[in-house]
T-cell receptor, first 113, second 112 residues
Framework: KQEVTQIPAALSVPEGENLVLNCSFTDSAIYNLQWFRQDPGKGLTSLLLIQSSQREQTSGRLNASLDKSSGRSTLYIAASQPGDSATYLCAVNHRGGNTPLVFGKGTRLSVIA | DAGVIQSPRHEVTEMGQEVTLRCKPISGHNSLFWYRQTMMRGLELLIY??????IDDSGMPEDRFSAKMPNASFSTLKIQPSEPRDSAVYFC???WGAGGYTFGSGTRLTVV
């Protein structure tokens, strides 16, 4: 059974700092991996999608990497801002295209001005 | 596109009452997923459909929960009878092919 772990569970950093959020998964037979952002009381917003054949994806100040063989992904946030404060969720899509995402429990990020 | 639309946004009901949550997926998406989110357990898959057909409902906690997808543009999740432990945020998501998932804004259910 696929399990997804995110470390740390919570993180507090000063504004402007670069930071890395970690995600690991137990079964490397994934189809793709997706990072989401969730603001308190809100839904999930997709940030980046990495297919299993890719090693990284970038969007603005965000960069996500994927090392499928070691079962790890990182989300790098450059020059953090208070508006980046949210919970970041990692999820993997196991094997086939239309199978469900398996989620980690998230990292709660606070960026202090 | 308006995205995945869920209704209601909030629902407060008394224990024992029937609750129906609704979801309209993005037009053209062929997979639909129902998730439940709690502080303790995070996001858990309840059931998912491919081309309107239920594929895996092993995440549905009990027989009190049922889901239907009568057509490609509508799905319901019903809880009957509801219990306080069903209180959670319920999310619907849809997807097409190998693309990413799009989530709705969720329904916050409180059973008192």
């Amino acid at each position: 059974k696929q399990e997804v772990t995110q470390i740390p569970a919570a993180l507090s950093v000063p504004e402007g700092e670069n930071l890395v959020l970690n995600c690991s998964f137990t079964d490397s037979a994934i189809y793709n991996l997706q990072w989401f952002r969730q603001d308190p009381g809100k839904g999930l917003t997709s940030l980046l999608l990495i297919q299993s054949s890719q090693r990284e994806q970038t969007s603005g100040r965000l960069n996500a990497s994927l090392d499928k063989s070691s079962g790890r992904s990182t989300l790098y946030i450059a020059a953090s801002q208070p508006g980046d404060s949210a919970t970041y969720l990692c999820a993997v899509n196991h094997r086939g295209g239309n199978t469900p995402l398996v989620f980690g429990k998230g990292t709660r990020l606070s960026v202090i001005a | 596109d308006a995205g995945v639309i869920q209704s209601p946004r909030h629902e407060v009901t008394e224990m024992g009452q029937e609750v129906t949550l609704r979801c309209k997926p993005i037009s053209g998406h062929n997979s639909l997923f129902w998730y439940r989110q709690t502080m303790m357990r995070g996001l858990e898959l309840l059931i998912y459909f491919n081309n309107n057909v239920p594929i895996d409902d092993s995440g549905m906690p009990e027989d009190r929960f049922s889901a239907k997808m009568p057509n490609a543009s509508f799905s319901t999740l019903k809880i009957q009878p509801s219990e306080p432990r069903d209180s959670a945020v319920y999310f619907c998501a849809s997807r097409w092919g190998a693309g990413g998932y799009t989530f709705g804004s969720g329904t916050r259910l409180t059973v008192v």
